[in-house]
């Protein structure tokens, strides 16, 4: 604003034909009242010189993110990085995409989280922690609901599980006419037996299919020779690794299911 201060007053002097000091007094409070009002338009012009910023002018600075109606203007809130990822969690608000938003309203009120391990031996264990876990029955066990939340575990006796044992038998030649005394039956019919559950002794010792043991021979200066046998169970039969003798003693045990 002009230095309003600076212009010669205009008062009433001592050579006016009047009573100058009482009626220079209405004029006098005019011109106060003049210069507060200019002193604070000049504070006013200040704060408007201040918040112009780098813009030229206080429009320029405003048109920067609001438009013409007062609303804010959406590119300039894009330009801001007004996005979850400008945002900061706290103890009370958190940054969350829309699917996880979505994952939120799949869950009951007051749901609680549940995790269900089953052990296999005494250290190894599964763990199921998503989705659903289905129990179904078995041959030896099988689940029964009694409302609300009671399961019960039901053990039964397989159908499949009968079978007959035999012990300490005599195998078969699978050659009655040459026999080879390699390639035998478990009896005369050769039976289907149960996979795993034929078990071989020769001369009071027993050998396997997954590992070769020294057998000695059927006398007492017969050299002791490395024996497995391989089974076929569907067929009823087995072979040995090596030949034996007519002296040696050979004996069988094996399982037949019943059904």
């Known amino acids: 604003m002009p230095r309003i201060e600076l212009i010669p007053d205009v008062f009433y002097g001592p050579n006016d034909p009047i009573h100058w000091e009482?009626?220079?007094?209405?004029?006098?409070?005019i011109i106060t009242r003049q210069n507060l009002i200019n002193l604070a338009l000049d504070n006013v012009i200040e704060e408007l010189r201040d918040a112009v910023g780098t813009q030229g002018s206080v429009a320029n600075r405003?048109?920067?993110?609001?438009?013409?109606?007062?609303?804010?203007r959406v590119d300039a809130i894009d330009e801001a990085m007004h996005t979850m990822d400008a945002h900061t969690d706290t103890d009370y608000y958190v940054r969350m995409r829309k699917e996880q938003s979505d994952k939120l309203d799949l869950i009951d009120d007051e749901a609680t989280n549940l995790k269900l391990q089953v052990f296999t031996d005494d250290t190894t264990f599964i763990e199921f922690n998503n989705g659903t876990v289905?129990?179904?029955?078995?041959?030896?066990?099988i689940p029964s609901v009694e409302a609300p939340d009671i399961v019960r575990l039901n053990l039964a006796f397989p159908v499949e599980a009968a079978h007959r044992h035999y012990y300490g038998l005599a195998p078969v030649h699978d050659n009655l006419i040459t026999p080879d005394f390699v390639n035998f039956n478990v009896n005369s019919i050769a039976s289907p037996f149960i996979e795993g559950s034929l078990r071989v002794y020769i001369n009071g010792f027993r050998i396997f299919t997954d590992a070769e043991v020294y057998v000695p021979g059927a006398l007492v200066d017969d050299p002791w020779t490395l024996m497995s046998f391989t089974e076929d169970n569907l067929n009823g039969k087995f072979d040995l690794s090596s030949a034996i003798t007519e002296d040696d003693v050979i004996r069988i045990d094996f399982d037949i299911a019943l059904v």
Do not use: R
């Not at 009482?22 to 409070?29: E, I």
């Not at 405003?62 to 804010?72: K, P």
């Open 22 to 29: 009482v009626d220079n007094l209405p004029l006098k409070a």
């Open 62 to 72: 405003l048109n920067q993110f609001v438009d013409g109606d007062g609303n804010l």
């Open 134 to 141: 289905l129990l179904k029955p078995s041959a030896t066990v």
